[in-house]
């Protein structure tokens, strides 16, 4: 089965196209300056990197070229060739949980959710309208990041918030970076040899955004993210949890608007607002060098994530394997020993410093340790193409 994979954002275009019998990536590109001048085109396949400049009034020119690059590198043809597009779209909501056929009779049930993620959902939406408009007879399949998390309970979602913020306006906790949490326990599962549905696992997706995940046998049971993406850990530009009343304080003090101070928390708080940079691998060096605000920054991020790591074990109870994936997870040894550090004592979890430094077997745990520790390099595109097509089968 042939699947190409689409994260249509509001100026970008990142596209996969997998033949998944084989799991074999046929092509992959990435067209970003939608709408302005100058636009980039890059296309990779068999080896070979394509770049072009070219000017992309709207999404429907991006696809349009997408569509014809395809034909044209003789890479697909996507009328006789190709059985379904698989979209990410960031918000599902309480309506979508599952892998859905996005068509004419449910596009308005995803377009309502515009307002829950405004800043991703109408890009991705328009993506699916696109290619329902230039591929009218290849299914599109939505496939939801907050999905995985639909399996929390009311006491793990609801914000103790009066109840008519919920009943009316759908205020709860939703989690994110779910198909990304999915695939890692998938892959942790095949490195156990164990079935996912008998497992306890905290998944550890640390990038430029950041997020736990505690799953029990199998199924998310909380997440560090809540209603937006900024809940939870530190992350690039996020502040993560902070006490809300510093909100109010902050726009009396500074006669800041509700922009300001979302701009604030969103695009000018977390690595970059303790140390000066988002850019791990900078602070890195900075601290290495004795500078304390990068210093400080390291510190911040990783106890955040061990404390959710502490809180996550009194939920699950019983614990198989940590996992540590996504850009910061995969390739920082340093913070994965920073938050590691101490719970050997206290949980048994007990790293291997060799086996860290250059995870090769993804195992970087001591003999010793009660549960495994996993480095699990994520591949988002490659799960929402095995969700596609595990739909189309069943349909």
Known sequence: MTILVLNAGSSSLKWKLYELEKKTLLASGLIEGIGEREGKIHLETDGHNNKEDAHLPDHLAAFTHLFESLKWHKIIDLDR????????????????????????????????????????????????????RLAPKIPNI?????????????????????????????????????????????????????????????????????SA????????????????????????????????????????????????????????????GLSGSNDLRDIMELASKGDSDAQLALEVFSYRVKKYIGSYLA?????????????????????RKMILDGLDEAFGITLDEEKNKAPQDQTIHAAESRCQLLVITTNEELQIALETAQYLDKS
């Open 213 to 272: 995940c505690a799953i029990k046998e199998g199924k998310s049971v909380d997440t560090s993210m809540g209603f937006t993406p900024l809940e939870g850990l530190v992350m690039g530009t996020r502040s993560g949890d902070i006490d809300p009343a510093i909100i109010p304080f902050l726009m009396k003090k500074h006669q800041l608007s509700a922009e300001d101070v979302e701009h604030l928390l969103n695009r000018e708080s977390g690595l970059k």
């Open 315 to 335: 939920v699950l109870g019983r614990l198989d394997a940590v996992i540590f994936t996504g850009g910061i997870g995969e390739h920082a040894p340093l913070i």
């Open 142 to 210: 939505a496939i939801f990041d907050t999905a995985f998390h639909s399996t929390l309970a009311p006491h793990a979602y609801r914000y103790a918030l009066p109840a008519a913020l919920y009943d009316d306006d759908k205020i709860r906790r939703y989690g994110f970076h779910g198909t990304s949490h999915h695939y890692v326990a998938l892959q942790a599962a095949i490195s156990l040899q164990r079935p996912l549905e008998t497992l306890n696992l905290i998944s550890l997706h640390l990038g430029n955004g950041a």
């Open 81 to 132: 060739d190709l059985d379904g597009i698989g979209h990410r779209v960031v918000h599902g909501g309480e309506h979508f949980t599952q892998p859905t056929r996005i068509d004419h009779s449910n596009i308005e049930a995803l377009r309502a959710l515009n307002t829950l993620a405004p800043l991703h959902n109408p890009a991705n939406l328009l993506g699916i309208e696109t290619t329902l």
